[in-house]
């Protein structure tokens, strides 16, 4: 992904700061996830997952400090590119033919000066543990009166057996003797511009000062081991599909003394028989007879708590919208609901047999020109 804008990709500032970052992440993922364009069709669902992947790619190097300074300095989490100096017939003043040495060797002290390497142990960044995404499906209900569910996901935790540190016991943690407890080495070489010192991470130890001669049978020395969780999760009455939950803590253990990542829940939510939800409102189409439209009507109406009577004016026309009030959805934010509105369909009987079509006729007789307004108007607006 060269050549990318990543904070442009995740809509933020170049001064945003991690947390900034990590909620544009998060905002970004749940409009584009897989799961939650599912129901969209093919092309909307190709585009959603390439963007989904610029997403991530996008939020892996700005929340790492050290890609990120790259990116920053150089527009590209890569650091500068030195393919105009090595390779081919060309000139390189840095005296190798395909790479390393002494180019290498320049990026290492860029990135030195990033990490506060120079002198003294190299310092590291302790980054946190991995989030993680879980797609949990509720029914409308669930999502409209609040449930209790329980999730089961993998995660990666510290090891108990060794308490994170990878070694059978603390006699097995050995000092580094090649960096003597640093983690990293100073090296010279000589150049065409003189002898020139740079400081590297020890090869030995991996830049962790330290070397771990008998390993932890569980966790082979990782320190970290995947692990089954099941946790209990309370989700709130009122959450709306694609909203998601952010549990802190529940993600992947961080390799080193950083915190743990989040468990990010994803909320897919059922339809409804006939109830449609927009926002904290709900909406409905009632059938109604042509005769209950003319004469009005009491109506029992349901609604997610019950049904409750409604009342239907005298002349309702097709189309017309009741509100009741707050018999919507419960707001997250506060104690309060939403209204449901309810469309009335007028349902004209089909398939009518001689008797009714004669009785039809004598009625429509008796009525008067009064009685059909948008008729006499129309007529009136088209003859002029």
Known sequence: MAGKDY?????VEKSANADDIKSAYRRLAKKYHPDVVATQDENKKKEAEVKFKE????????????????????????????????????FNPFGGGGGGGFADDIINNIFSAFTGGGGGRTARYDRDGDDIEVVLNLTFEEAYFGADKEITYTRVEKCKTC???????????????????????????????????????????????????DKCNDCKGKGRVKKERTIKVKIPAGID????????????????????????IIFKVGAHAYFVRDGINLNMELPITFI?????????????????????????????????KGRGVKNLKKDAYGDLFIKVVVDI?????????????????????????????????TKG
């Open 7 to 11: 904070y442009a990709t995740l809509g």
């Open 292 to 324: 209950q439209a003319a004469l009005g009507a009491r109506i029992d109406v349901p609604t997610m708590t019950g049904e409750i009577p409604v009342d239907i004016p005298e002349g309702t026309q097709n189309g017309t919208i009741i509100r009741v």
């Open 55 to 90: 997403i991530q790619h996008a939020y892996e190097v700005l929340s790492d400090p050290q890609k990120r300074a790259a990116f920053d300095q150089y527009g590209s989490e890569d650091g500068p590119s030195m393919s105009g100096y090595s390779g081919g017939g060309g």
């Open 163 to 213: 308490g994170g540190t990878g070694a059978k016991d603390s006699s097995s943690i050995k000092t580094c003797t090649k960096c003597g407890g640093t983690g990293s080495v100073r090296v010279s070489q000589r150049t065409p511009f003189g002898i020139m010192q740079t400081t590297r991470t020890c090869d030995n130890c991996r830049g962790e000062g330290k070397i771990i001669e």
């Open 349 to 381: 009987p089909k398939s009518l047999s001689l008797h009714q079509r004669s009785k039809l006729k004598e009625l429509e007789k008796s009525f008067e020109k009064a009685n059909y307004e948008k008729v006499q108007k129309f007529k009136k607006v």
């Open 241 to 264: 599909n694609g909203q998601m939950l952010t549990m802190r803590g529940e993600g992947g253990a961080a390799e080193s003394s950083g915190a743990s990542g989040n468990l990010i």
